[in-house]
């Protein structure tokens, strides 16, 4: 029986010949998420009568979220989940300023191809990107795992993507991400596996694919699969931590659904509060002012990203009445940013740089709106509040855009200044 990826890799985690839709398997994870969320997952493990978790190695902590800490509460969580680690004896363990999580395990050799990653974290399909499934869980299913080392999963329908062509000059893979959620909506893809394919697909860099894996959590995706490539292959030469086994789905498996796309028809896009979906092209909003542009997060934080925004810096301000905050993903990505000279370029422009973590696009700190004000942030989500306040409004662009919108104070595209 021919099959998709997500049907041929849970049958692989399962010991089973096949899977089909629907289908509950049991599955040990190779890697193990959660990040400050730790802390309560303990507390509920504790509850459980959990007192040493299965397979130290399986497990991966990074705090990431309100780093470094904003308030005595979070720093009383860090301290709680500092002590946890050293009690287990979990290696994979990632402090503050390491960066964050999806792009910590990217980087630490921990999202393999053919493997199973699970999250207590929504975004954990971004694992996609090295061609593994990954998957959100929730807090209690993590304190099972921690427990018994597996779970139980339903084997989900599954929803092709093909992009064929190339994308245009100034268009990003933030932009097609945009463009297939406000086309599709933010339940398009619902508790489903999302694969990507196509010419497009195969030609994207690292970086790219993992934007897109990452925003299918926004069309409400289980997970979201990009095959992997020799460029896959060619990063993990010295970061992989173990052996690992591509999965790819049957060139004749069948899928729930199959959409296509020309990335050549893709323009610069905008996500408008208070929806991921609610999109429109970059033209609609020129001219819109701006309080507070954010280059960051896990969905744009990476090298690529920052090179992109300095280039359009480069030389130029960002506006007086605006202020622009750039977060580095990694610790990694930093020290990359600081030799290309990325990072003397944004401040040099007037902007601030803070430490690798999550910052504003929690809206914990390091970027909280006041009441009334306009963000545009390269961030996976605008929903009311989500970061830090609620009488505010978020816009979701491409890192071009946003630095762009930096230097004029209004919504621009980089073409337009």
């Known amino acids: ?79 709680i989940i500092r002590q946890f680690v050293n009690e287990q004896g979990i290696k994979n363990f990632f402090d503050v300023g390491r960066g964050i999580c999806h792009q910590v395990l990217v980087e630490e050799g921990l999202s393999l191809p ?64 945009l463009h297939i959620i406000g086309d599709l909506g933010n339940d398009g893809g619902l508790s489903m596996s999302v694969e990507w394919h196509g010419e497009a697909i195969e030609s994207f860099s690292l970086s790219s694919r993992a934007v897109l894996s990452n925003m299918m959590t926004e069309m409400g995706a289980k997970n979201s699969y990009i095959p992997p490539n020799q460029v896959v292959f060619d990063y993990l030469k010295d970061r992989a931590k173990r052996p690992y086994e591509p999965v790819y789905p049957d060139l004749d498996a069948r899928y729930t659904r199959v959409v296509e796309y020309d990335a050549g ?12 979906d609610n999109v429109r092209p970059v033209s609609e909003f020129a ?56 990072i003397q370029t944004f401040i040099e422009a007037g902007a601030v740089i803070e430490s690798p973590g999550c910052g504003p696009c929690m809206g914990n700190h390091m970027g909280v709106p006041a009441e009334g004000e306009v963000s545009i942030s390269t961030a996976n989500r605008n929903f009311q509040g989500r970061m830090g306040t609620r009488e505010s409004e978020i816009y979701l662009a491409s890192p071009e855009v946003v630095a762009a919108s930096a230097i004029s104070g209004m919504i621009t595209h980089p073409k337009d200044l």
């Not at 929504?122 to 304190?143: D, K, Q």
């Not at 028809?265 to 991921?276: C, G, K, L, N, S």
Request: glycine share 10%; charged share 20%.
């Open 287 to 342: 001219g819109m002012y701006v309080d507070q542009v954010f280059l960051g997060s896990c969905t744009n934080g990476r090298l690529e990203d920052l090179a992109a925004a300095a280039a359009v810096l480069k030389g130029r301000r960002v506006a007086s009445s605006t202020r622009m905050i750039v977060i580095p993903a990694s610790s990694e990505v930093y020290l990359e940013a600081l030799k290309a000279g990325y």
């Open 114 to 177: 053919g493997e199973v990653v699970l999250g207590s974290d929504s975004h954990t399909p971004h694992a996609g990107a090295m061609g593994a499934f990954g998957a959100g869980i929730g807090r209690s299913e993590m304190a099972s795992i921690w427990a018994l080392g597996k779970l139980w999963l339903r084997v989900p329908e599954s929803l092709k993507l093909v992009v064929n062509g190339r994308l245009n000059a100034g268009v990003t893979a933030k932009d097609l991400a």
């Open 265 to 276: 028809t893709i323009e610069p896009m905008i996500a408008a509060p208070h929806r991921v």
């Open 1 to 79: 029986m021919s099959q998709t990826f997500v049907e041929k890799i849970l049958a692989k985690k399962a010991g089973l010949d096949e899977t089909q839709p629907g289908q509950i398997v049991e599955v040990t994870p190779d890697t193990a998420l959660s990040h400050d969320n730790t802390a309560p997952i303990y507390g509920i493990f504790q509850k459980m009568g959990g007192e040493k978790v299965f397979n130290p190695d399986m497990h991966a902590i990074v705090i990431d979220h309100a780093t470094p800490a904003p308030s005595t509460k979070h720093a009383e969580n860090h301290r």
